[in-house]
């Protein structure tokens, strides 16, 4: 298959799966959201009152969280796909994992939140944190592959 | 579903079926990532190389596989929300009109383009074109690559923070 489409049938299940999110539960399908929120209920009790600590776990945002896991390693293994990446130094990873973590939440909205949803309901505040967010990425992988220098 | 609509403010969203449908998109959500190479940190700064197009100074080459990912997810959510109308909070329309297990449909509704939408977007930016992962595919591949070992605790840590921060 040519990576095009792959990549096009890929994002059309990210986008049903944004789209059965909407018709469920009448939200948007921001990953970094998802995430604050699954945990959310665990530190603050309830909002509603119900339940608290780890029983506040059993909510729709944590059952997400923990598809998202568990499909990510059961599908590497169904579509067989390895990463051409080699590994980086922990202290890169802990800088970039706290950048996007902070920033992310900072900023309202990831690649999914702003991306995906945001430009689906054409949101102009999305459309602007997307195309400064890809700038600053496109503008970090230029800057880390001048220093690695170029060749090829 | 018919229970939550005799109690006016209790929400099914985290009754049973609402967690079903909720693992259920997650692991559509984590297909499509893994499918279509989000998952692979490789092809999501091939993609960032953009420089390659334009000099020799910088390594590698142009990947555009992934702008055809962010097309065909945007292409569905912009026919779902078209047929969706979820226009608004308070509108009269939503009564007839609401999402399956909730009582209305909570949408983003601000407009503004403040500093922390620039700033925060410009500070993951950074981190994703230094790692390579955004949080969902970070999430995704958490258990297959031993780099989120690194990665996803210091993205969870920098979003409890944020949060605190905002809170």
Redesign the interface.
Known sequence: MHPFLQAAIGGIVIGLASWLVLAAFGRVTGISGITTGALQPVASKSDSGQRGGLAALANWRFAFVVGLIVGGAWFTQVFAVSSAMPSRGPGLLILAGLLVGYGTVRGSGCTSGHGVCGLGRRSARSLIAVVVFMAAAMLTVTVTGFMAGGAA | MSTAQTSV???A??SAK??????????????????????????V?GF?????LF???????W???????????????????RQ?K?NGEHSPALDAN?????Q?????T????DW?????????????????????P???????????V??????????????R??A
């Open positions: 403010q209790v929400d969203s985290d609402g967690i079903v449908i909720g693992l259920v998109a997650g692991l559509m959500f984590a297909a499509g990532l893994v499918f279509s190479g989000m998952t692979d940190p490789a092809k700064i960032l190389n953009v420089a390659a000099t020799d100074a910088v390594p590698g080459q990947d555009a596989s992934l702008a055809f990912v962010m097309g065909g997810a945007v292409i569905v959510t912009l026919i779902a929300y969706t979820p609401k999402p399956w297990f909730a209305r449909f909570v949408l983003p601000r407009q503004d383009i922390p939408l620039i700033s925060g977007g410009a500070m993951f930016g950074v981190g994703w074109g230094l790692g390579g992962f955004c949080p969902g970070a999430l995704a591949a958490w258990t297959t690559n031993s780099d989120l690194w990665f996803v605790p210091a993205m969870l840590a920098g979003m409890w923070v944020a949060n921060v905002k």
